[in-house]
Structure formats: structure tokens, C-alpha cells
């Protein structure tokens, strides 16, 4: 594979995945990406200009997608509107990106029939009770809760439609929640870590014992890239590095690594349909193609995680600043 599209490369987990494919691989990448509030741009700086390009447009304009994806060898698809609370308070462009931007990139695989791998969510299985023995599997029925998780699940299923209507080579990969370098401050981790660096205390919903699956970004970069190179045509892979955390647990990791009290916490009123728990059986990953995540170790990773929000302030406080009028306009 020598060209490949991926929309999305100047977000959270697209720009790692371009990381990635240009440090362990020889193809060239075209990142398509609308520069939304969510983009970190800056994380793409410094690649080689003669393998990564970035092209400014919308993935739900045919018009930019179909060049794109008619010079490509493969597209892998990221780009997204992303964060649930947003989705709560303005369901829109979910809608319109999340399923009609994924519908024009099919019709554009299809037409030129590329190799194309879709990015997904496991919140589109819904939520596991606290004390369920089981996970999330490939065999879990949809569920989801959201408007951000529904407009994901009707992606998937627009994927999974057009594999077995047009034979589009297609692969689907439902991953956990991502943690590391360069998310949106909008998101729980960094949220948190920038609030403790302010001096604030970390805002936690509800009772605070809603649990997610937690995995590295780099992890799933390395699990995306092994599908779209080995995975099987048709096939759906759950992404999951067995990172079960409850949220007042990870708030108390970072209180810890400031030196601050673990009770030092403010809660907050619950998002409204919020998930409980979250958790993924990756066997099938691992065992078909011999995937494993490089980070075991969640504080560890965490650690490293708090430390880069603290060398690059310069990124993230104009996002801090204009996610916290956003929420105080909301009275959030
Ligand atoms: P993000 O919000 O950080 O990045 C999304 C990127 O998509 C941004 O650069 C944005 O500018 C771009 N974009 C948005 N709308 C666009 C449009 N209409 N046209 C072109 N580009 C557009 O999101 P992320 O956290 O990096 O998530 C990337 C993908 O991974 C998403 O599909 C998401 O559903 C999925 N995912 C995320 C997580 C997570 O924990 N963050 C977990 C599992 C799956
Ligand atoms: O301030 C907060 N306080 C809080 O308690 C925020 C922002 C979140 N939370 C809770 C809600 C969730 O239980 O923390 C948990 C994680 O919240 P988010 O970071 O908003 O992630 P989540 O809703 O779990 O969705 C994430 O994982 C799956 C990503 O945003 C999605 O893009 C991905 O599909």
C-alpha cells in the first residue's frame, strides 16, 4: 500500500495514526481534514513533506473526496465529530459528518473500489452493568445510547451495507477510550490534568463510578495499521488494551501525581444517558494478527500523559479558554 487517504489526520488519534504509518512503513499519506475546533494541526508538523500532505476539506463533500480517494490505494477513515457532551447539546453536525460524511467516502470506495477501513467506537454496543462478568464482544448487539454513539453505529452500519450490497473491501475497528498526547482538553483526561495544573479541582459526573476501558493512542495506531494490512475483508475488530478504570479513579491517579488530596474532587450534576461501564474482549485481534498493546501499564502512561500536558501549555490553553466561555455560555 503506497498512497493512503486518511481523513481525520489532524485530530486526536488520526495525527498519531500518521505517526505511525510514516515511522514503521514507506507509503505516503494524504490527511483530508476540515481543521474543526477539535483538530491539532500542530501535531502533524515536522513530518516529511515528500510523504505526508494535508488537504483542508469536508468528508462530506464529494467533490474533495472523490480525487482523493480515486488516487489512494486504501482510505482510512478517522474524521469525526467526537465528544458526547457536544453531541448532547447539538446533535447536528454528528448527523452530518459522522453518517453522511461516511456515506460519501463509501460511495467514492466503491466507485473506485479502494480498500477502506473504518474507525469506530465500542460505545456503539452500549453499556455493561458494573458487576457484568462480560465484555464486549464482536457478537454484541448495538445498542447505543447517544447521539454521538448512534450517529457511529449507523457509520458502521452504512459500512457493513455496503460490504455485502457492492463488495466494498472494507474492515470496521471498534476501539475503546483513548488516552495520551494531544486530545482535546474538552475530553476527561486532559480536562482534568489542565484543571489540576490550574489549580482547580477535577469535575467529575455523577458518583463517579462509571467505568471505561482505557488504551493508549499509540496502541491503537499499531492495531489499526495490523488490520488494514492483515485484517480480513468484512470483518469487525474490537481494540482494547484491558484498561478497566472507574473515572474517580483516574481523577485520584492525577490528584496523586500532583501531590494533591485524593478527595480534592468537585462533582458534578451526571451527563444526561451516561454510559456505566465500558470494557473489550480483544481476543480476536490478538490472536488473528498476533496484536499486543505496548502500554501494560495505565499509571505509567498516564504519567507520561500529565507530563506532555504540562511541556505544551501553548497548545492546549487557547482550547481550555474557549471550552470553558462554551460551557459557562451553557451554564455548564
Ligand atoms: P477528534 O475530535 O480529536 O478528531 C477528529 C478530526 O476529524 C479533527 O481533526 C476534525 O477536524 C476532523 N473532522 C471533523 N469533521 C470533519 C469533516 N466533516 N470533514 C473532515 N474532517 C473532519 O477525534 P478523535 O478522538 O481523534 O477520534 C477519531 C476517530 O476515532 C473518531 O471516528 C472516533 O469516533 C473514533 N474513536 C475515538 C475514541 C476516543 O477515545 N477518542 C475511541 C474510539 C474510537
Ligand atoms: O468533565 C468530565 N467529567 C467526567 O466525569 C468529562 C468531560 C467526562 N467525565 C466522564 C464521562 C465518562 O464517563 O468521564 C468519562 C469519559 O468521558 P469522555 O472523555 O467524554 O469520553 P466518553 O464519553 O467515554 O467517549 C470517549 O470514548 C469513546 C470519546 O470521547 C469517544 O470519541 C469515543 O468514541
Same mark, same amino acid.
Given at each position: ?21 510514516? +515511522? ?8 483530508? #481534514? ?30 474533495? $473526496? ?5 488516487? @489512494? ?49 465500542? +460505545? ?6 458494573? #458487576? ?23 457509520? #458502521? ?5 455496503? $460490504? ?5 473491501? =472494507? ?39 462509571? $467505568? ?13 495499521? @495490523?488490520?488494514?494490512?492483515?485484517? &480480513? ?7 482494547? =488494551?484491558?484498561?478497566? &478504570?472507574?473515572?474517580? #479513579? ?15 474532587? +468537585? ?8 454510559? &456505566?461501564?465500558? @470494557? ?7 490472536? +488473528? ?10 499509571? /505509567?502512561?498516564? /504519567? ?6 504540562? =511541556?505544551?501549555? =501553548?497548545?492546549? &490553553?487557547?482550547?481550555?479558554? /474557549? ?10
Amino acid at each position: 500500500m503506497q498512497n493512503i487517504l486518511v481523513t481525520g489526520g489532524a485530530g486526536f488519534i488520526g495525527s498519531n495514526f500518521v505517526h505511525h504509518v510514516v +515511522e514503521t512503513t514507506d507509503a505516503r499519506v494524504t490527511v483530508l #481534514d476540515k481543521l474543526t475546533y477539535a483538530s491539532t494541526e500542530e501535531s502533524l508538523a515536522g513530518l516529511p513533506e515528500d510523504r505526508v500532505r494535508l488537504v483542508v476539506g469536508d468528508i462530506a463533500d464529494a467533490s474533495v $473526496v472523490d480525487p482523493l480517494v480515486e488516487e @489512494a490505494d486504501a482510505v482510512v477513515h478517522y474524521a469525526a465529530e467526537s465528544h458526547n457532551d457536544n453531541s448532547l447539546s447539538d446533535p447536528a453536525p454528528f448527523i452530518v459528518t459522522n453518517l453522511v460524511g461516511t456515506f460519501t467516502l463509501l460511495e467514492a470506495a466503491r466507485r473506485y473500489d479502494k480498500r477502506f477501513h473504518h474507525v469506530s467506537t465500542d +460505545e456503539v454496543y452500549g453499556d455493561l452493568e458494573l #458487576d457484568d462478568p462480560k465484555r464486549f464482544t464482536e457478537e454484541t448487539p448495538y445498542n447505543p445510547s447517544s447521539p454521538y454513539s448512534a450517529s457511529k453505529a449507523g457509520s #458502521d452500519h452504512l459500512v457493513r451495507a455496503w $460490504v455485502r450490497s457492492f463488495g466494498v473491501r =472494507a474492515t470496521i475497528s471498534n476501539c475503546s477510550n483513548n488516552y495520551g498526547p494531544w486530545q482535546h482538553v474538552e475530553k476527561f483526561i486532559p480536562r482534568q490534568i489542565t484543571e489540576v495544573i490550574d489549580g482547580r479541582k477535577p469535575r467529575v459526573y455523577g458518583d463517579g463510578l462509571n $467505568v471505561r476501558d482505557w488504551i493508549h493512542t499509540s496502541d491503537h495506531s499499531s492495531a489499526v495499521l @495490523a488490520i488494514l494490512e492483515k485484517g &480480513r475483508v468484512g470483518e469487525t475488530y474490537l481494540i482494547g =488494551a484491558d484498561g478497566e &478504570r472507574s473515572n474517580v #479513579d483516574v481523577v485520584r491517579a492525577i490528584l496523586r501525581h500532583f501531590g494533591r488530596d485524593a478527595d480534592d474532587i +468537585e462533582w458534578v450534576t451526571d451527563r444526561a444517558g451516561h454510559d &456505566r461501564r465500558y @470494557a473489550i474482549e480483544s481476543g480476536k485481534l490478538r490472536s +488473528e494478527l498476533g496484536w499486543t498493546p505496548q502500554f501494560q501499564d495505565f499509571e /505509567a502512561g498516564l /504519567a507520561d500523559t500529565i507530563e506532555w500536558y504540562q =511541556a505544551n501549555e =501553548a497548545w492546549w &490553553r487557547p482550547a481550555k479558554a /474557549a471550552t470553558e466561555a462554551a460551557y459557562a455560555a451553557k451554564g455548564q
